[in-house]
Structure formats: C-alpha cells, structure tokens
C-alpha cells in the first residue's frame, strides 16, 4: 500500500503511518463530537509503533471520560491541532485522527459506533466499505465485538500486542 502521512495544520508535526491500519471507526459518540467540534470523528486504529514521528512534538491533553478510564488527545504542542488518542492507559494503539493525514480518503470507516447520539441528519449506512474489511460498515448503537468484525491479519495484530 502507499505509505501515508499526515501533518498538523501549522506544519511542525510530521508523521507516517508504516502500514495499514488494523482497524477504521467512525464514532458519533457526544464525547467526540465535543472534542472535534463536528458530527463524528474518524480513527484509524493503529500499533503506536508504526506511527512513525518524522518533525515536532506533541503534547497529551487527559480529557474527562464517562467511564473513568484514561483518554489522552495528543496535540501539536505549537498549533493545538489534535492528531491521535490513546484509550484507557494503553500505550501500544493510538487512534490516529483520520482527517489529519494526506491521503484521508483512503480510509473509509470499517464501522460506525454509538450511532445513538448520531446527528439527525447523518444517513447511514454511508455507502462504500470499509478500508480493512472491505465489506459495508456495520451501524452499532454502541460498541461491537471486536472478534466477530476485525479481519483475521487485524486480530492477530491486536493479539501480538496485547497477548
Ligand atoms: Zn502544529
Ligand atoms: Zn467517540
């Protein structure tokens, strides 16, 4: 595949994802609505360390959630541009803000999740599959079963980190 690479929007960040990702989400929950000002948020699901950082640093804004568990954004420490999330302390994935990297419509969303505080007006199923399934994304209310969507390569990935 084509390496790709993203950028924040001041330009001191720079960085390359070094394969695909394991796994897209589209969220539509309200905790990312309010941290990207928009309807949804697209994340690519991603081992930490094929995000390879070419230029700049980031800086980890904990934010609050629901649950209790960790969520840290990490920001462009110059521009504040958000780039990718890690979830509840594991430091191995990062969920890599999809619309920051060049090629960012080459990633359509393998599911969509907590479709229950979708905006009204966003109509899915949304057309198109999925970037790793290849196959028309699911609409879940909230979560889903990692297990039964992941494709088999993405699953073993998961495992490879986390055991
Ligand atoms: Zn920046
Ligand atoms: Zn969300």
Same mark, same amino acid.
């Given at each position: $595949?084509?390496?790709?690479?993203?950028?924040?929007?001041?330009?001191?960040?720079?960085?390359?994802?070094?394969?695909? +990702? $394991?796994?897209?989400?589209?969220?539509?929950?309200?905790?990312?609505?309010?941290?990207?000002?928009?309807?949804?948020?697209?994340?690519?699901?991603?081992?930490?360390?094929?995000?390879?950082?070419?230029?700049?640093?980031?800086?980890?804004? +904990?934010? +609050?959630?629901?649950?209790?568990?960790?969520?840290?954004?990490?920001?462009?420490?110059?521009?504040?541009?958000?780039?990718?999330?890690?979830?509840?302390?594991?430091?191995?994935?990062?969920?890599?803000?999809?619309?920051?990297?060049?090629?960012?419509?080459?990633?359509?969303?393998?599911?969509?999740?907590?479709?229950?505080?979708?905006? +009204?007006?966003?109509?899915?199923?949304?057309?198109?599959?999925?970037?790793?399934?290849?196959?028309?994304?699911?609409?879940?209310?909230?979560?889903?079963?990692?297990?039964?969507?992941?494709?088999?390569?993405?699953?073993?990935?998961?495992?490879?980190?986390?055991?």
């Amino acid at each position: $595949m084509t390496v790709l690479s993203g950028s924040c929007s001041c330009g001191a960040v720079k960085f390359r994802l070094t394969s695909a +990702p $394991m796994f897209v989400h589209c969220c539509h929950c309200t905790d990312c609505q309010r941290q990207t000002g928009s309807a949804f948020v697209l994340n690519a699901l991603i081992e930490a360390e094929r995000v390879e950082l070419l230029q700049g640093a980031t800086r980890g804004y +904990p934010q +609050p959630t629901d649950s209790g568990r960790p969520h840290v954004i990490q920001r462009c420490a110059d521009c504040g541009t958000a780039l990718w999330s890690n979830y509840g302390g594991r430091e191995q994935v990062r969920f890599v803000r999809i619309g920051t990297l060049n090629e960012a419509g080459t990633l359509p969303p393998d599911v969509h999740i907590y479709t229950r505080s979708k905006q +009204p007006w966003v109509k899915l199923p949304g057309g198109g599959v999925g970037a790793t399934t290849g196959k028309p994304a699911p609409v879940c209310e909230e979560y889903y079963e990692i297990a039964k969507l992941w494709p088999p390569e993405s699953l073993a990935r998961r495992k490879a980190i986390f055991g």
